[in-house]
């Protein structure tokens, strides 16, 4: 483990490679699962306010699950995430040309909103938890991903560096800094 301020980052961030690959994986992770993307407080906020300019995005099953639902929902593990349709897919996922993505981020990817898509989804495969005194970030390795880490490793790309826009865009450009850092001195030291 690797402290930067006040996050402890597993080492398989720096040490795993990873790349999504959407034509081998068809952005299966918008559809599978047990419960929707997760969300902070802020984030139901943003998607209340931005909903009337997601929404033609939205496929009608969506928009309807998000009626009954509303853009958040709680899981069987107390936490604030996005609804799902049906039990199965989120209610923002679409598809397009037999890949699935994100609604939100193809409106933001048009100017539509200022807000990409929920920080949980971007940061992927790195799962933040946030604990009292600390946040913990995790190398997730779902089986759907395998592509990702194929791809990942042949281009030999890290983790952090694949997700720099997204640690960024989390916790601010300094982290990003000393995230680097951390990564240089860890590959001295195996060296």
């Not at 930067?4 to 597993?10: A, C, G, H, V």
């Not at 599978?32 to 306010?49: C, K, M, T």
């Amino acid at each position: 483990m690797i402290q930067i301020d006040d996050k402890i980052l597993s080492l398989d961030i720096f040490q795993k490679q990873f790349c999504c690959d959407l034509m081998s994986c068809k952005g299966f992770c918008c559809v599978h699962g047990q419960s929707g993307a997760p969300l902070s407080q802020d984030e139901v906020i943003i998607l209340e306010d931005i909903l009337d300019r997601v929404a033609p995005y939205i496929k009608p099953e969506g928009l309807e699950s998000i009626k009954k639902q509303g853009v958040a929902t709680i899981d069987s593990d107390g936490d604030l995430v996005t609804p799902l349709i049906d039990g199965k897919e989120c209610a923002f996922c679409i598809n397009e040309n037999g890949i699935s993505f994100c609604a939100i981020e193809k409106a933001w990817l048009d100017k539509k909103v200022d807000f990409r898509k929920p920080i949980s989804c971007h940061l992927y495969p790195i799962r933040a938890k946030k604990f009292v005194k600390f946040t913990g970030l995790n190398y997730d390795q779902w089986e759907i991903c395998e592509p990702a880490r194929k791809l990942g490793a042949s281009t030999k790309l890290p983790v952090y560096k694949f997700l720099k826009d997204a640690i960024i865009r989390a916790y601010g450009e300094d982290f990003y800094i000393q995230l680097e850092e951390a990564a240089n001195l860890l590959e001295k030291e195996r060296s």
